[in-house]
């Protein structure tokens, strides 16, 4: 996330952060009441017993959704980064992994997957070109990051990201940015939560069906190849859930990374190991595994 928020160091640049969120926060008056916490599903009231400290921060991260349909103009936006950077991306940080179902579920409940694409659809209408443009370009990394990690901990949100149009828009960056691919800086961002959030999506079964229907198999086959294993890694997972018949056959790289990976979740105390938990880990093997090379080498590797 090295051009959004989390890179600025100094304290003029923290400052000059805080300013804007206030600025903000003033102007647009869009403070939820508490009634937002009356029409959540059963299983998030749930969490949300468990967890009523957290409260305060989903009725905040709640006012920032609502003021994702108010701003109607390009210099809104110059408020927005601020806010979805400290309302939605900076609480996850200090989270639980039950802390972080509920705020995934909670901002599924309150349609922020639906804001998060009409935002980016204002952007494209208002701007010539998002991605050379750094505010435009900041705020999507921003939401592309946002739903790859609220997809991570949440089933809801998965759902919400599919019907609201986001994975779809996932799915246009991956077809259309692949020619820039390897030169480009910034379109790989994308391309790579993107991917991200995409397998994450395909870990809840019942969303598989509507994924094949978008062709997510084709888009994903030119990242199989690249040399960045931090998107060919998902790229195979995601391919391995949608495809028909066996999945693709991994090459020792990948199996090896996989690996290693499940060897520093299962140490850990979290079990889970750069992004990956052991138990999305483990599904992955398994569904690999339906393709009998890489059965054979699994095993081969299990056994040194």
Known sequence: MS???????????????????????????QEVEDSVFDNLSSETKSFLEKFPNLRPALKQAASTVK???????????????????????LPRRTMSKHELRLFGNFLADIGAAQQFYN???FMESSYEDVISNDLTFRCLMMIDELCMGLADSSAPMCHRLVSAGMVAVLCGWLENFQDQYPQDQ???????CAVHTIHNCCKVPDLRPALKEQNICQLLAPYLKVDNMTTRLPA?????????????????????????R??????????????????????????????????????????A
């Open 236 to 260: 195979l997972l995601a391919t391995s859930y949608l495809c028909d018949g066996e999945p693709p056959e991994a090459d020792s790289g990948i199996l090896d990374l996989i690996i290693d």
């Open 3 to 29: 051009d959004t928020y989390q890179s600025m160091g100094d304290q003029g640049n923290t400052v000059k952060y805080l300013s804007e969120m206030m600025r903000t926060l003033q102007s647009t008056n």
């Open 67 to 89: 003021m994702l349909g108010s701003w109607t103009s390009p210099e809104d936006l110059n408020g927005a980064a601020p806010l979805i950077w400290s309302d939605l991306m």
């Open 262 to 303: 499940l060897e520093k979740a299962l140490q850990g105390d979290s079990r889970s190991a750069e992004g990956y938990s052991a138990q999305e880990l483990v599904m992955g093997i398994g569904v690999l595994c339906e393709n009998a090379a890489n059965r054979a080498r699994f095993m081969e590797r299990s056994a």
């Open 186 to 192: 910034k379109r790989p961002n994308l391309v790579d």
């Open 119 to 121: 935002c980016i659809k």
